[in-house]
């Protein structure tokens, strides 16, 4: 019909000019829709058709290697990755606001935030919101100054017993020992000191307030290491807890239909050379370390 009516049309001056014009705008289209095309498809699957039912907010925290926060743009790190990678395989969106943990747990709860993108399971948390499949796994340790003098304790329990200053993060989950000993044992808990952050925590490992500071294996061992030299460190050789860790999501904003898309990439993830490949670039430094813990229990 195109090439008809090229073919039939007057000559005149009008004319002539309209179709110059018609015809330059559809030649520069069909240049310009490849590439238009293959940007589209180059953009991460957020900036895309969204597949779930809404755009996911998290909220998240300053937590390297898992999540780093510069003082400009977007977070990194491993967990960050995660969420890219497994978002992107759903056709979900997504996006990151920095909030403080104790009240992103709360947020969750009252439907202001949709989700917190890697934290274990407690039956109070489920309560008010839904767990993936894991995600990765998490290993909890007991850190000391290589050179303080004094017991070295070779079991949490022995731990619990002895006289030593404890140091943790306020929100985290040490495991079900842990709490009990909180609860149990007055003497523990009254050794046992709050901190707001990671750094903050190892800090005061360094300057001798606390004896002991229980984290995270790999993220306790990449705080120490940017604060202190590494060789100054030396991790118990036994774990306070270990267990899976999941994303969390709100039970008021987010669908089970939405999570059950989200644990098909989660699995699907899982099962590809690029997950391992991702877990060994920010945890092979502290793999030696959680190995050489697990093989003295």
């Known amino acids: 019909m195109l090439k008809y009516a090229e073919k039939h049309i007057r000559p005149n001056h009008g004319a002539a000019a309209s179709w110059s014009i018609w015809s330059g705008v559809r030649n ?41 926060w510069q003082t400009e743009g977007l977070p990194s790190g491993l967990d960050i990755e995660l969420v890219k990678a497994i978002f992107d395989t759903a056709g979900c969106r997504y996006r990151f606001m920095k909030v403080p943990f104790k009240r992103t747990l709360r947020d969750i709860e009252d439907g202001r935030l949709d989700g917190s993108p890697l934290i274990s399971h407690t039956e109070d948390r489920a309560r008010y919101g839904h767990y993936s499949v894991p995600v990765r796994t998490e290993a909890i340790g007991a850190f000391t100054l290589r050179g303080r003098k004094g017991p070295k304790p070779a079991s949490f329990s022995a731990l619990v017993a002895s006289d030593l200053k404890v140091g943790v993060v306020l929100g985290g989950w040490y495991g079900q020992a842990f709490e009990a000993a909180m609860k149990e044992n007055m003497a523990f808990r009254s050794r046992l000191t709050n901190f707001k952050d990671f750094e903050t925590l190892f800090k005061a490992l360094e300057a001798g307030l606390v004896d002991i500071a229980i984290n995270d294996v790999a993220g306790g061992h990449y705080v120490a290491r940017q604060l202190m030299k590494e060789s100054e460190i030396a991790l118990l050789p036994f774990f306070v807890h270990e267990n899976e860790i999941y994303f969390f999501f709100s039970r008021k904003t987010v669908s089970v239909e ?9 699995t699907k993830f899982r099962a590809s050379p690029a997950y391992n490949a991702l877990l060994h670039r920010y945890l092979t430094g502290a793999l030696p370390l959680q190995e050489a813990a697990a093989a003295r229990n």
């Open 28 to 68: 520069a289209w069909l240049l310009l829709a490849p590439l238009l095309i293959a940007a589209f498809l180059a953009l991460p699957s957020h900036a895309q058709e969204n597949r779930c039912d809404r755009e996911i907010t998290f909220g998240v925290i300053h937590w390297p290697p898992y999540i780093n």
């Open 258 to 266: 939405d999570v059950g898309q989200l644990n098909l990439a989660i």
